[in-house]
Protein backbone atom coordinates (compact mmCIF):
# COMPACT_ATOMS: atom_id res chain seq x y z
CA UNK A 1 0.00 0.00 0.00
CA UNK A 2 1.71 3.36 -1.39
CA UNK A 3 1.59 5.93 1.56
CA UNK A 4 2.92 9.51 1.47
CA UNK A 5 3.29 10.95 4.62
CA UNK A 6 4.06 15.27 4.09
CA UNK A 7 5.43 17.42 6.93
CA UNK A 8 6.85 20.93 7.62
CA UNK A 9 4.67 23.36 6.72
CA UNK A 10 3.64 26.06 8.63
CA UNK A 11 3.30 30.11 8.74
CA UNK A 12 5.89 32.56 7.84
CA UNK A 13 6.33 35.72 7.59
CA UNK A 14 7.39 37.08 3.72
CA UNK A 15 11.44 36.42 3.25
CA UNK A 16 11.19 33.51 5.48
CA UNK A 17 11.86 29.80 5.02
CA UNK A 18 10.49 26.51 5.63
CA UNK A 19 11.95 22.88 4.98
CA UNK A 20 9.40 20.31 3.94
CA UNK A 21 9.57 16.29 3.98
CA UNK A 22 7.70 13.49 2.69
CA UNK A 23 8.64 10.03 3.36
CA UNK A 24 6.92 7.49 1.03
CA UNK A 25 6.60 3.94 1.59
CA UNK A 26 5.20 1.00 -0.68
CA UNK A 27 6.94 2.24 -3.69
CA UNK A 28 10.73 1.68 -5.55
CA UNK A 29 11.77 4.93 -3.85
CA UNK A 30 15.20 4.96 -4.62
CA UNK A 31 14.04 4.25 -8.80
CA UNK A 32 11.23 6.32 -8.57
CA UNK A 33 11.01 9.85 -9.61
CA UNK A 34 9.81 12.24 -7.52
CA UNK A 35 7.88 15.44 -7.01
CA UNK A 36 7.08 18.12 -4.96
CA UNK A 37 3.06 19.82 -6.00
CA UNK A 38 1.24 22.59 -4.97
CA UNK A 39 -2.50 23.94 -4.63
CA UNK A 40 -3.44 26.92 -4.02
CA UNK A 41 -6.84 27.80 -2.63
CA UNK A 42 -9.22 27.99 -5.87
CA UNK A 43 -6.35 27.04 -8.43
CA UNK A 44 -5.15 23.57 -10.15
CA UNK A 45 -2.36 21.47 -8.42
CA UNK A 46 0.75 22.37 -9.90
CA UNK A 47 4.01 20.46 -10.23
CA UNK A 48 6.84 22.68 -8.47
CA UNK A 49 9.62 20.48 -8.47
CA UNK A 50 11.14 17.33 -9.50
CA UNK A 51 14.00 14.56 -8.98
CA UNK A 52 14.94 12.00 -10.51
CA UNK A 53 16.42 8.10 -9.20
CA UNK A 54 19.90 9.55 -10.09
CA UNK A 55 19.11 12.87 -8.40
CA UNK A 56 18.74 15.08 -11.63
CA UNK A 57 16.34 18.37 -10.22
CA UNK A 58 13.99 20.30 -12.19
CA UNK A 59 11.95 23.24 -10.85
CA UNK A 60 8.87 26.02 -12.24
CA UNK A 61 10.04 29.27 -13.17
CA UNK A 62 8.37 30.95 -10.50
CA UNK A 63 10.38 29.03 -7.98
CA UNK A 64 13.56 28.58 -9.43
CA UNK A 65 16.28 30.27 -7.28
CA UNK A 66 14.49 30.23 -4.31
CA UNK A 67 13.01 26.51 -3.90
CA UNK A 68 15.61 23.29 -3.96
CA UNK A 69 14.08 19.43 -4.36
CA UNK A 70 16.19 16.92 -3.08
CA UNK A 71 15.91 13.44 -1.61
CA UNK A 72 17.53 10.90 1.41
CA UNK A 73 16.96 7.54 -0.21
CA UNK A 74 18.33 5.61 2.45
CA UNK A 75 15.19 7.81 4.49
CA UNK A 76 12.81 6.96 1.42
CA UNK A 77 12.22 10.57 1.57
CA UNK A 78 12.36 13.87 -0.39
CA UNK A 79 12.97 17.31 0.68
CA UNK A 80 11.90 20.75 -0.70
CA UNK A 81 13.81 23.53 1.06
CA UNK A 82 11.82 26.94 0.52
CA UNK A 83 13.77 30.32 0.80
CA UNK A 84 12.96 33.52 0.09
CA UNK A 85 9.42 32.59 0.50
CA UNK A 86 6.44 34.85 -0.93
CA UNK A 87 2.80 35.17 -0.38
CA UNK A 88 2.03 33.63 -3.76
CA UNK A 89 3.36 30.49 -2.62
CA UNK A 90 0.58 30.00 0.01
CA UNK A 91 -0.55 26.35 -1.11
CA UNK A 92 -0.94 23.00 0.15
CA UNK A 93 2.10 21.03 -0.71
CA UNK A 94 2.12 18.13 -1.72
CA UNK A 95 4.89 14.88 -2.62
CA UNK A 96 3.88 12.28 -4.87
CA UNK A 97 5.61 9.96 -7.39
CA UNK A 98 5.94 11.09 -11.05
CA UNK A 99 3.28 9.79 -12.24
CA UNK A 100 1.14 10.10 -9.80
CA UNK A 101 -0.04 7.83 -7.03
CA UNK A 102 -2.78 7.98 -4.45
CA UNK A 103 -2.05 11.50 -2.74
CA UNK A 104 -1.56 12.36 1.07
CA UNK A 105 -3.00 14.30 3.22
CA UNK A 106 -0.22 17.72 2.24
CA UNK A 107 0.95 20.09 4.35
CA UNK A 108 -0.02 23.73 4.64
CA UNK A 109 2.10 25.90 3.88
CA UNK A 110 1.01 30.03 4.59
CA UNK A 111 3.31 33.08 3.81
CA UNK A 112 2.02 36.13 5.61
CA UNK A 113 2.96 39.56 3.75
Known amino acids: QVQLVESGGGLVQAGGSLRLSCTAS????????MAWYRQAPGKQRELVAMITGGGFTSHVDSVKGRFTISRDNAKSTVFLQMNSLKPEDTAVYYC???????WGQGTQVTVSS
Open 26 to 33: GIMFSTSR
Open 96 to 102: NRVPTLS
